[in-house]
C-alpha cells in the first residue's frame, strides 16, 4: 500500500485547509485509514480515522468540531478537512493505514506527511 499526502502549507489562525491522502496498492477496503501529526519536538498523535465505509470515524478531542475525515472509495483517497485552524495545530500531518485487528498503535504503512503551518 502506497500513500501520498498533499494540500498541507500555510494559512493563517482561524483558516481552513484540506488535506487529501491517494491510495494505491493492495486491498485497501481492509484498512482503517488515518491522519496522524507531529509538531516540533513532540511526539506523533493520532488526528483522526475512518473506515473506508466512512460510518465509523473517530477524532481526537483537539480537533473534534473542527477537523472532518471523509472517504471517497471511487478515487481511493482520503481527506481530512480542517477548519478553524489554531496555531498550534501547526505539525506534520500524515497519512496511515492500519489493519482494524492490529493494535492502534501499529500503523501497517505511512505516508511521507506534509507540512501545515498556522501562523498567528
Known amino acids: 500500500v502506497q500513500l501520498v499526502e498533499s494540500g498541507g502549507g500555510l494559512v493563517q489562525a482561524g483558516g481552513s485547509l484540506r488535506l487529501s491522502c491517494a491510495a494505491s496498492g493492495g486491498a485497501l477496503s481492509a484498512y482503517i485509514m488515518e491522519w496522524f501529526r507531529q509538531a516540533p519536538g513532540q511526539e506523533r498523535e493520532f488526528v483522526a480515522r475512518?473506515?473506508?465505509?466512512?460510518?465509523?470515524?473517530n477524532y481526537a478531542d483537539s480537533v473534534k468540531g473542527r477537523f472532518t475525515i471523509s472517504t471517497d472509495n471511487a478515487k481511493n483517497t482520503v481527506s481530512l478537512q480542517m477548519n478553524s485552524l489554531k496555531p498550534e495545530d501547526t505539525a506534520v500531518y500524515y497519512c496511515?493505514?492500519?489493519?482494524?485487528?492490529?493494535?492502534?498503535?501499529?500503523?501497517?504503512?505511512w505516508g511521507k506527511g506534509t507540512q501545515v503551518t498556522v501562523s498567528s
Open positions: 475512518s473506515s473506508w465505509s466512512g460510518f465509523n470515524t
Open positions: 496511515a493505514a492500519r489493519l482494524p485487528w492490529q493494535n492502534p498503535n501499529n500503523i501497517n504503512y
